[in-house]
């Protein structure tokens, strides 16, 4: 997992605010990403996002091009928003064009947003 620290660029957000609005438009167009741990997800979840947990990354990273498309919009969520921020920075090196992390992650979102999604 080093190669995701020597990344650094500036990474587009979107607040969990302007995310629960896509959602409630329809998901048809976006790509959803969890960086989570599956014990994780079983705590929190927002329907929809495709779970890619960090610790699986030389599993599903090879597939990543023929698993999505680069150019679609793609949003990016964990915890409090770290790991987040390292995948969103591993997808634009390998080309994706429209890459949005989730500031705060889903404890901002069950905070803010979805307060019976529990905290952990």
């Known amino acids: 997992m080093s190669s995701f620290q020597a990344l650094k660029q500036p990474i587009p957000k979107i607040s969990v605010e302007d995310l629960a609005n896509r959602l409630a438009v329809g998901k048809e167009d976006l790509q959803l990403v969890d960086v989570r741990e599956p014990q ?3 705590l929190a979840s927002l329907e929809g996002f495709e779970n890619l947990p960090l610790s699986e990354f030389a599993e599903w990273s090879g597939e990543i091009q023929t698993r999505f498309d680069p150019h679609a919009e793609t949003i990016v969520m964990c915890h409090h928003g770290i790991r987040s921020a390292q995948m969103c920075q591993w997808l634009i090196a390998q ?3 429209n890459v949005k ?3 705060g992650g889903i404890d901002a979102y069950s905070n803010l947003v979805d307060l019976k999604i529990p905290r952990y």
Do not use: Q
């Open 40 to 42: 994780e997800l079983v």
């Open 95 to 97: 080309g994706f064009t």
């Open 101 to 103: 992390n989730v500031t």
